[in-house]
């Protein structure tokens, strides 16, 4: 078991829910990112996703577009993301999972990145838009890095095809509530009960919940059904609006804060 295995066991053997907030690298730029990272593992998460910018993120929003392109503009690259990651893993024990593209990744290399990502100390890699069947020596070469692939699986996903995603992911499963791309919506996602039962009649990994989740009210209500939640749109919004670099940092950790805080036990 990894260093996201271990994390999420011990959230649960203390009763709570896992969070798992995600922040696009470089947004407004790595010097904020860097602040950000210790800044909301304090505040409470359990896990970070690091979001790799990339000019066609075609599973995101519009939040998380303008994000990526801040980030583009202010110089950031996958190799300064992981020199990011690689400065600040002795300071930081939280897991850390990289998200993005198969572009982005596999460019660099379906054998070079994952070993790039191991010797910065990388935890999970999610790519949003690589099947594991299209790829299986990419994903093949993270796990022998040590690396967890994280895969995600949607209320459209057929019973063979979930079946076959729920023994191949690494670290958890990745469920992506709603159909469409990311973004903060006011009500939770349909069916969510119905569905999630049948992922956990197949996965024996944990499963943690995304898209659409902005509020503490809205991550306690889907924690009942996962053992974690993903929050990206919602957080990168207010990194977005801040007026300055401490008020960023400062904002998106309070409102971790606020989200973990809706994970825990109450008694």
């Known amino acids: 078991m990894g260093r996201i295995g271990d994390r999420l ?6 009763g709570e829910k896992a969070l798992v907030p995600f922040v696009t690298a470089g947004d407004p730029d790595l010097g904020v990112t860097e602040a950000l990272l210790p800044a909301l593992a304090h505040a409470g998460a359990d896990v970070i996703e690091l979001g ?20 583009l503009a202010a110089g950031t690259t996958l190799r300064r993301v992981l020199g990011l990651v690689k400065a600040i893993r002795p300071k930081l024990d939280v897991p ?3 998200m993005g593209y198969a572009n982005s990744f596999l460019t660099m290399g379906e054998r070079h990145f994952p070993e790039a990502a191991r010797e910065a100390g990388v935890d999970g890699v999610i790519t949003v838009d690589c099947p594991p069947e299209e790829e299986p020596a990419y994903f093949d070469h993270l796990e022998a890095c040590g690396v967890d692939g994280i895969l995600l699986v949607a209320p459209t996903t057929t019973d063979p095809r979930l079946a076959m995603l729920a023994r191949r992911t690494r670290g958890f499963l990745y469920y992506v509530s709603l159909t469409g791309v990311t973004g903060a919506r006011e009500g939770l996602p349909p069916r969510l009960a119905e569905n999630m039962a049948r992922i956990r009649a197949v996965a024996t990994v944990p499963v943690c919940v995304g898209f659409g989740i902005s509020t503490p009210e809205q991550a306690a209500a889907i924690a009942a059904h996962a053992d974690g939640v993903v929050v990206g749109s919602a957080l990168v919004d207010r990194i977005g609006r801040a007026a300055s670099r401490e008020e960023a940092v400062t904002e998106a950790a309070t409102f971790v804060a606020s989200l973990k805080a809706a994970l825990r036990p109450t008694h």
């Open 52 to 71: 790799v910018p990339w000019s066609d993120p075609t599973a995101d929003g519009p939040k998380i577009q303008r994000s990526s392109e801040r980030a």
């Open 96 to 98: 850390l999972v990289l």
């Open 9 to 14: 066991a011990a959230v649960r053997a203390r």
